[in-house]
C-alpha cells in the first residue's frame, strides 16, 4: 500500500465505488493523482470531487494514518496489494483500505462466516459450536469469520478458538479498540492465537455505530459462504445474507423450531429458498462444493451435548443422558429407558425443564436441549 492509497480514502467526494472506479481507470492511487482534469472528467462527473483529487487534499490525514497505524502495530491494506483478501476484492463496493491486527494470512484462508442473533439460545449454541467443530474436522484451514458481537458472534469465535481453528473478527470501529469493550479478552486470544481483526473504519472515525451495516458487507465478502445459525425476523445477520446474496456466496441457515422467534428468519431464508438448510459440517461443504474427503460425517443433531457443566441431581442426570440433543420423548418411553415410575420422571422434568435442560412439549412429551 502506498500513501496515496490513503490520501483516496481521505478525499472528500470519494466513496468506494468511486475508488474502485479510477483505480480500474488508473491501474493505481498514485496514478490517480498524477492525471490531469481532463482524464478525470473521463470518469468522474463531479467537478468538486475533481478538484480535491487535484488538490491533493486527503494526503495529510494520509499521513496522519500512516503514523497511528505505525504506532498501534495496524495493517492498511489496500485493495491492490497480493496480501488484500481475493475474495473481497471481487466485491463492487469493497473497502479501498482496510486496517487489520494479526495474521494477514487468515484472510486469504477457505473461510466460511457465522452470523446470528445477539439473543442466541442454548440450542444455536450447540449447533454454532458443532457446525465449526465438524467443519474444522474436514477442512483444517478453515477460517471461522464473524462480528465479534455478543451471542451468536462470540459464540462462533470461541467455538473455532477451542478446536484449533483460525478465526476472522470483523469490526465497525477503529482499531486497536474493539467493540463491545467486554469481548476484549476475546479479542486478545483471537491475535494470540493466529486469528485477526478487521475494519474499514480508520482512526479518524468517531466510534459511533453507523459502520455497523457496512461492516456486515465485508463478513459477507470475506467468506465462501454465510451461515445463519440463528435470526429472529429482523436483524443484522439477515443484512449480512442479503449481501452474501448478492455477491453470489452461498448462502445456508440451521434450521430452528417452527414457532421460535430466534429462528423466525432463519426458518424464511429456507422456506423462500434463500437459503440451503445445513445440520453439519458436512452439509456446509457440500453446499460450497469444496473437494474434501473423509471416510465419514458425523451429524449434528444426534450429537449428545456434554452435561458436566449443569448442576444437576444423580436422578435428573440420568434421565437427561437417556435422551439425545434434539429428541422429542414421550413420559412413558423414558420411564421405560431408566426403569423410574413415571410420576418421578414427571418429577425429574420439572427440575431439568427450570434449568433449561429440556423443553416440556403438550401430550406428555419432552425434548431435550442442552
Known amino acids: 500500500m502506498t500513501i496515496y492509497d490513503l490520501a483516496l480514502l481521505f478525499t472528500p467526494g470519494m466513496g468506494n465505488a468511486t475508488i474502485a472506479l479510477l483505480i480500474d481507470a488508473f491501474g493505481s492511487a498514485e496514478a490517480v493523482f498524477r492525471a490531469s482534469e481532463v482524464d478525470l472528467r473521463a470518469h468522474i462527473s463531479r467537478p468538486a470531487a475533481i478538484g480535491e483529487i487535484l488538490a491533493k487534499s ?16 495496524i495493517y492498511a491494506i489496500a485493495a491492490t496489494d497480493e496480501v488484500y483478501p481475493p475474495l473481497l476484492r ?8 482496510i486496517f487489520v491486527q494479526g495474521n494477514i494470512g487468515a484472510l486469504s484462508q477457505p473461510s466460511v462466516a457465522f452470523v446470528g442473533t445477539r439473543g442466541i439460545s442454548s440450542y444455536g449454541q450447540v449447533a454454532g459450536q458443532r457446525l465449526v467443530a465438524q467443519l474444522h474436522e474436514r477442512v483444517p484451514k478453515v477460517s471461522i469469520v464473524s462480528g465479534l458481537a455478543y451471542g451468536n458472534d462470540e459464540n462462533a469465535h470461541r467455538a473455532a478458538l477451542e478446536v484449533g481453528a483460525t478465526t476472522v473478527a470483523i469490526i465497525a470501529n477503529a482499531l486497536p479498540e474493539v467493540t463491545p469493550v467486554g469481548n476484549r ?9 493466529g486469528g485477526a481483526i478487521v475494519t474499514e473504519v480508520s482512526s479518524q472515525h468517531k466510534n459511533s455505530g453507523k459502520f455497523f451495516p457496512s461492516r456486515n458487507r465485508i463478513i459477507a465478502g470475506l467468506s465462501s459462504g454465510v451461515v445463519v445459525v440463528e435470526s429472529p425476523y429482523e436483524g443484522g445477520s439477515l443484512i449480512t445474507a442479503d449481501c452474501a446474496f448478492g455477491y453470489g456466496r452461498v448462502v445456508m441457515a440451521v434450521p430452528g423450531r417452527a414457532f421460535d422467534k430466534n429462528s423466525y428468519g432463519s426458518n424464511l431464508l429456507i ?13 456446509i461443504i457440500y453446499e460450497l462444493g469444496w473437494d474434501v474427503t473423509k471416510e465419514e460425517e458425523v451429524t449434528f443433531a444426534p450429537t449428545v451435548a456434554p452435561t458436566e457443566t449443569l448442576n444437576l441431581q444423580p ?9 439425545q440433543l434434539g429428541e422429542v420423548v414421550e413420559y412413558e418411553a423414558l420411564a421405560e ?16 425443564e ?6 416440556i412439549l403438550p401430550g406428555r412429551k419432552c425434548e431435550r436441549k442442552l
Do not use: F, W
Open 354 to 359: 427450570l434449568c433449561d435442560a429440556v423443553a
Open 58 to 73: 486527503g494526503m495529510a490525514a494520509a499521513e496522519r494514518e500512516v503514523r497511528y497505524c505505525e504506532k498501534h502495530h
Open 271 to 283: 422456506k423462500q429458498n434463500k437459503a440451503a438448510m445445513v445440520c453439519s459440517g458436512g452439509d
Open 337 to 352: 429407558r431408566t426403569g423410574y415410575l413415571p410420576q418421578k420422571v414427571v418429577s425429574l422434568l420439572m427440575g431439568l
Open 315 to 323: 436422578d435428573e442426570r440420568v434421565l437427561l443422558e437417556s435422551m
Open 90 to 97: 471481487e466485491c463492487p463496493d469493497r473497502p479501498h483500505v
Open 185 to 193: 479478552s476475546l479479542a486478545d486470544r483471537i491475535l494470540a492465537e
